[in-house]
């Protein structure tokens, strides 16, 4: 079946007739060459078929004709990129707009489609931790699953960052009785306001920095903070009635970027961490990884490319006398 890598067909029409245009005109002047010398055109007609032709070979080069596919070995050489996001009630505080879960939703969209040599993978954590989208390749499903995220996925309680750090040391441990393979390098993204109410982070940290994972925190929130919204209307109170105001902690957050050799960054409606958190997880060398085998497309690009060639050499070395007494 016939496919094209470049199916803009609209602008090869355009350049298309814009090439006849400039035929016809060439044609034209010709003739009124022809007559003020009191002579006739003549042998024009296979010329401007040559060029015609060779005018549509190029273009079909160009749009890149493949038919059928072909089996092309790819050696990745990727990361482990796991996103950890906080969920708990307190990312639905407004002092980020449009919400602090939103706001981070949309920047690790973007984040996602830079990385497509790399396994990508999901975890939400509140007072629990969950494994949305294991690691894979397929940017389209883990950017479908941040798309819906939202603070009542897990049951309401007092977040711990423990347990989703936790939860990916599990995912690296190596299975019992699977072939080993060359560890490859991890990079954690850690999503949140800072609220921890867990436990101590010290064993999970220790374990990470064995195994050469990095963490890189991202703190959503400011100091001042915000009071957090309920769905049907109101604030979420405390014991006393008392509605509570959230705050960015960034303590926690940046000791876990400093124990891992990673870095923190911030997402208020002034500053944007992103940028500087791409480019250090770009900077982190991926590992060599075993040779995969992806399905291409075999682009035939190279058969009217050579016909239109061909013709254009003709048209230049066989020479006609176009005017004639």
Wanted: net charge positive; with cysteine; glycine share 10%.
């Amino acid at each position: 079946m016939l496919s094209w890598a470049y199916s803009d067909f609209v602008l090869a029409a355009l350049g298309l007739v814009l090439a006849l245009g400039l035929l016809v005109r060439h044609w034209r002047r010709s003739n009124r060459l022809a007559l003020a010398l009191g002579g006739r055109a003549r042998h024009r007609g296979w010329k401007a078929l040559l060029r015609v032709l060779a005018g549509v070979l190029l273009l079909a080069a160009a749009l890149g004709p493949a038919m059928g596919v072909s089996q092309q070995p790819v050696r990745t050489a990727g990361k482990d990129v796991w996103l950890l996001v906080d969920v708990s009630r307190s990312m639905d505080a407004p002092d980020v707009a449009p919400s602090r879960l939103l706001r981070a939703q949309a920047e690790l969209q973007d984040l996602v489609a830079q990385f497509p040599a790399d396994r990508l993978g999901l975890v939400i954590f509140g007072a629990e931790a969950v494994v949305q989208c294991p690691l894979t390749y397929d940017q389209g499903a883990v950017q479908t699953f941040i798309s819906t995220l939202r603070t009542s996925l897990l049951p309401p309680g007092p977040t711990t960052l423990g347990a989703p750090l936790e939860l990916v040391l599990d995912r690296m441990a190596p299975i019992a009785g699977a072939p080993t393979s060359a560890p490859r390098t991890t990079a954690l993204v850690v999503v949140s306001d800072g609220e921890d109410f867990g436990e101590n982070l010290e064993p999970a940290l220790r374990a990470l920095g064995r195994t050469g994972a990095r963490i890189y925190t991202v703190g959503v929130g400011t100091a001042a903070g915000a009071k957090i919204p309920k769905a049907a209307g109101g604030f979420v109170t405390d014991g006393k009635g008392k509605a509570v105001q959230t705050r960015l902690r960034e303590a926690t957050l940046l000791q876990l970027a400093a124990q891992t050799g990673g870095q923190y960054v911030e997402l208020t409606n002034q500053q944007n961490g992103f940028g500087p958190l791409l480019r250090a997880l770009r900077g982190m060398q991926g590992a060599a990884e075993q040779v995969r085998t992806v399905a291409v497309a075999d682009n035939r690009y190279r058969y009217p490319l050579a016909a239109a060639l061909l013709l254009l050499a003709l048209d230049a070395v066989l020479t006609v006398t176009l005017i004639r007494p």
